[in-house]
């Protein structure tokens, strides 16, 4: 640059560089958020989440990278960790010098590490410890606190697993019910088992008469008569005579 006055006289020999007189930077910053983790289903997170905020600026450089984590107010930095249960909303913004600002989209971040619980409703009350005189729907009343119940998985004795909400337990006998819940991260509680005794058969009894001899069917001494019993589920309680 040089000088030049009203009349049109130049100063060639004053004339300089200006290398900084006019700065422009019309671009806004580029951002974008980083997490990593213990991925789960249906976009679940199943492990704390570590978040890095990646942000660059090719003119005037970077003046501040901040986020928002659940609407509770910018923080600046360009790191974090979640590690509370629940769904998660984050933002994150660039400001560089000359002011040029990005905004990046909500970005969800759900986080639920926790397994399902089960409980079993069972329409009857056992007579006998764990023993039923009849038939017995087992309902499986599972609870997850944060994604929610996905299925439970059961299985009967050596059948098939199956899915189903309720089992009915009818056929004679003792079986084993083992049972696990999955929540919608894949979380999958760890296998329950309970015992279910089915009896609904009356005990049958039979007898031994000593001395066994007889005279055309007559006795003629005394005799000794034992009650044998017998119940093939939960066992004899008593015999009447």
């Known amino acids: 640059m040089w000088l030049v006055d009203g009349a049109g006289n130049i100063d060639k020999d004053s004339r300089a560089e200006a290398l900084d007189a006019v700065q422009w930077d019309p ?3 580029d951002i974008f958020v980083d997490p990593s983790g213990p991925v789960g289903l249906n976009d679940w997170y199943v492990g704390p989440i570590n978040v890095t905020i990646i942000a660059s600026d090719q003119g005037s450089d970077l003046a501040a990278v901040e986020y928002d984590l659940d609407a509770t107010g910018w923080v600046e930095g360009r790191q974090l960790r ?5 769904p998660h909303t ?6 560089d010098n000359a002011g040029n600002q990005t905004i990046t989209e909500p970005e969800q971040l759900d986080l639920d590490s926790q397994a399902p619980t089960t409980e079993l409703i069972i329409d009857q009350v056992p007579v006998f410890e764990d023993w039923y005189n009849d038939e017995v729907t087992v309902v499986f009343a599972a609870t997850d606190a944060t994604s929610g119940v996905d299925y439970v ?3 009967l004795d050596d059948n098939p697993p199956q899915q189903a909400p309720n089992v009915v337990v009818s056929e004679e006998g003792a079986h084993t019910l083992q049972y696990a819940a999955t929540d919608l991260a ?3 509680e760890e296998t329950q088992e309970t015992q279910i005794k089915i009896d609904r058969l009356p ?21 000794t ?3 044998v019993p017998f119940d093939g589920g939960a066992g004899v309680a008593a015999s009447f005579y």
Do not use: C, F, K, M
């Open 27 to 29: 671009d806004a910053p």
């Open 82 to 86: 979640i590690e509370e249960e629940g």
């Open 90 to 95: 984050l933002i994150a913004r660039a400001t």
């Open 153 to 155: 998985e059961w299985q």
């Open 186 to 188: 894949g979380n999958i």
């Open 203 to 223: 005990p049958v009894t039979s007898y031994v008469i000593l001395p066994h001899d007889t005279t055309n069917g007559w006795y003629t001494r005394a005799v």
């Open 225 to 227: 008569i034992t009650l």
